[in-house]
């Protein structure tokens, strides 16, 4: 059978087989490698939640890195059911930032690990069958579990923009008017903004969000020298290493289980 020729949405400005120009190419790609970093705020927020050691999220997040460029790799990859053939980024996400926070409270860092393992083989499996399941996930059940995974995040979100938790009101007055300028400036430059502008909406507003906390005071060259002491190739630092396939990393599954249960019975008004 031909392939069929990609037919581009009137409201994309590049289709999949376009080539943009160099320069708007690469500062997508910039973009692109921004919007990715921001997804090592999961790591952070899984090792602030056990008040794990600067060094611990230093090392979970290399640990993320390395992890995402080798499922990177392998999705761009089209060797027979290995991989899309897209360069598809893969990094934290979401949907599993609830389950990893219960899973380090419940279990500390192995379970963490033994249930991402898991995790990830299982997504494998079911995608040589997704066509097979779409039936079962019409748009009102996906649009109720993209509603409840956002709804879940919430707190943490809510935290993080408005600045709570931090050691003054003065403080978090600061991380709300910084967190309202990189909103702004995205939010505008993605309606407002003329031409190419448009499409570096997300750099625009990230390098505007990094310009106020300077002026502000919250981001310091003090912030730096943690990054400047760790040496340009190590191992990630974990101060256990358990083994992915150790007893440890799989035991309390159950206990999440039994709390995610007992949670939704509660919510349900159960005994």
Not at 106 to 111: A, D
Not at 125 to 142: H, K
Not at 164 to 185: C, D, K, M, P, Y
Not at 239 to 265: E, T, V, Y
């Amino acid at each position: 059978m031909a392939n069929r020729a990609h037919v581009k949405p009137v409201n994309l400005v590049y289709g999949v087989d376009d080539r943009p120009p160099l320069f708007i190419t690469a500062v997508l790609a910039v973009q692109h490698v921004l919007l990715m970093s921001s997804a090592l705020i999961f790591p952070v927020l899984v090792v602030q939640v056990v008040n794990g050691s600067p060094e611990e999220m230093q090392g979970l997040v290399s640990l993320s890195m390395i992890a995402g460029g080798v499922g990177t790799i392998l999705q761009s990859l089209r060797k027979g059911p290995l991989g899309s053939g897209y360069l598809a980024p893969e990094g934290g996400s979401e949907p599993f930032l609830p389950a990893a926070i219960l899973a380090v409270k419940t279990g500390g860092y192995p379970l963490l690990f033994g249930m991402t393992v898991v995790t990830g083989l299982f997504e494998a499996l079911l995608s040589r069958g997704m066509n097979r399941l779409r039936f079962l996930f019409p748009p009102e059940v996906a649009g109720v579990v993209v509603f409840m995974v956002g709804a879940s995040i919430i707190p943490i979100a809510v935290k993080l923009f408005f600045g709570a938790g931090g050691a003054s009101s003065a403080g978090r007055s600061e991380n709300l008017a910084v967190a309202f300028i990189t909103f702004a400036v995205m939010v505008g430059t993605g309606i407002w903004g003329k031409g190419s502008l448009r499409q570096f909406c997300m750099i625009t507003g990230i390098v505007a969000g990094y310009v106020s906390a300077y002026i502000s005071g919250l981001f310091t060259a003090s912030d730096f020298e943690q990054l400047n002491r760790a040496p340009l190739v190590a191992l990630p630092y974990m101060a256990k290493r358990p083994g992915l396939l150790s007893g440890d990393s799989f035991q309390g599954c159950g206990s999440i289980g039994a709390r995610q249960k007992s949670s939704w019975s509660v919510s349900l008004g159960r005994p």
